[in-house]
């Protein structure tokens, strides 16, 4: 049977940092694969449970490190001519070139080589491999996917890779794997593509596990790029949710799991409450984790409680910006007095003030200094800790057609180059906390 390897490549990047990343769509082919009876190898280059994996400089923050985050090895190296005017070093992240390419010299030739590639700016990854792949496996037929084909198509068609899928959702993706392939992976409903775990056996170590229990997001945040990565809005049945939990749990023995979802509370009646009733009866000795943020508008008493009870260690609200006027230009995903409702819930059901993060986005061309300043001011009064989200150009967004769509080189949507080019990084500084406002 056919080889397929799947390949996760380093990030090249000013900054990076392992925030329960794992390439999850690119597990779930390898699961529906090897269930067709290929055979699949993964070479993830950013995990840190790899023997191959060396140490980090920077291990990052103790509450981090205990569920299982951590910091990538790095290497530094020259920076590429756009970021010339960028005073910080730009490397590459993940596990060392010479290992990676001693475990590409003694795997057996694969037929078909996966590769994805998460940010738009880190497509230099993607890129290096497919010059690698070609040298080392001539005869294999080269594919690359995930969000920076789907979000730069025309740019991903450049790479050198026989095949480019510019679609995200698991649908069109399995559809187009098929033909690639040549054969049916039995994918024609979301019920099928979720139907299998991940597969996360593929790994030799896992610090933590990331699921999965909806797709996409109902609402169109004028810069996220949700609903273009995933058009349909599907929440999975909540048992199966549990009991792919209990699965990662009794299997790899995590004791992190985080969420990936992009609306976890959307339909709350249906979806996050059965989900956390089963999670609180199972009772597993396992910490759950938001990295995506929740919608204030849905944190009801009721779901705050049941986020205390079923372990959601870390809670990260998703405010974005305390300014009225901009929170109806962005979408109206959420009001102030939303937001205080929902810490006021979270607070009654035993979270403490560090125990609830307030994303803000920092950067957003729509906004002002003044702005930004005004929301972690805000944040700030009512005894919680902003977190400052660096905002990052994405194309295909509403903001990016508006302030971008003459750029077309993706490294320019990097988040620390943008923050540099907006000349906020002093702003930055002073607002992470170091300075006063
Ligand atoms: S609510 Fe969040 S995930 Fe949904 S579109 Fe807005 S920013 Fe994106």
Redesign the pocket.
């Known amino acids: 049977m056919a080889h397929v390897l799947l390949i996760n490549p380093w990030a090249y990047d000013f900054t990076a940092f392992d925030l329960w990343s794992k390439p999850l769509g690119l597990l779930y082919l390898g699961a529906h694969l090897k269930r067709r009876g290929f055979k699949v190898t993964l070479l993830d280059c950013l995990d840190r449970g790899d023997p191959d994996s060396c140490a980090p400089k920077n291990e990052g923050p103790r509450k981090l490190r205990e569920a299982g985050c951590g910091g990538y090895f790095r290497e530094i190296l020259p920076k590429p001519v756009f970021f010339s005017s960028i005073p910080r070093r730009f490397k590459r992240f993940g596990m060392p070139r010479e290992k990676v390419l001693a475990r590409l010299w003694n795997l057996d030739p694969p037929d078909v080589v996966l590769v994805t590639c998460g940010f738009t700016y880190w497509y230099p990854g993607a890129s290096v491999f497919a010059e690698i792949l070609r040298r080392a496996f001539p005869r294999a037929f080269l594919v690359l996917g995930g969000v920076y084909p789907t979000l730069c198509p025309d740019h991903a068609e450049r790479l050198g890779f026989d095949a480019v899928v510019s679609v995200a959702d698991p649908l069109s993706v399995s559809r187009h794997l098929e033909g690639l392939l040549g054969t049916s992976l039995g994918i024609r409903t979301y019920e099928d593509f979720f139907a299998v775990p991940p597969a996360f056996e593929l790994y030799p170590r896992l610090s933590y596990g990331v699921v999965l229990s909806s797709l996409?997001?109902?609402?169109?945040?004028t810069?996220?790029?949700?609903?273009i990565l995933a058009p349909s809005f599907f929440q999975r049945p909540p048992q199966d949710v549990a009991e792919e939990i209990r699965y990662l749990f009794e299997r790899f023995g995590v004791r992190h799991i985080a969420f990936y979802d992009?609306?976890l509370l959307f339909r709350t009646e249906s979806h996050f409450l059965p989900l956390a009733e089963y999670l609180v009866r199972l009772n597993l000795p396992v910490s759950f984790h938001l990295p995506?943020?929740l919608?204030a508008r849905y944190v009801t008493r009721e779901v705050a409680r049941f986020l205390k009870r079923a372990n959601f260690s870390t809670v990260r609200l998703?405010l974005?910006t305390a300014v009225s006027p901009r929170q109806k230009q962005?979408?109206g995903?959420v009001t102030n007095e939303l937001f205080e409702e929902a810490v006021r819930a979270l607070q009654e059901a035993g979270f403490s003030p560090q125990d609830i993060e307030v994303y803000l986005l920092f950067g957003w061309p729509v906004e002002e200094e003044g702005d930004v300043v005004a929301s972690v001011l805000y944040v700030r009064s009512l005894g919680l800790v902003p977190r400052l989200a660096l905002y990052a150009p994405t194309p295909g967004t509403k903001d990016y057609e508006t302030f971008f769509s003459h750029e077309e080189e993706p490294l320019w949507h990097n988040k620390i180059a943008f923050l540099y080019r907006r000349g906020w990084s002093k702003l930055y500084e002073r607002l992470q906390g170091k300075g006063k406002c």
Do not use: I
């Open positions: 996409g997001c109902p609402f169109s945040c810069y996220c790029a949700s609903r992009d609306a995506n943020g919608h998703s974005e962005s979408g995903k």
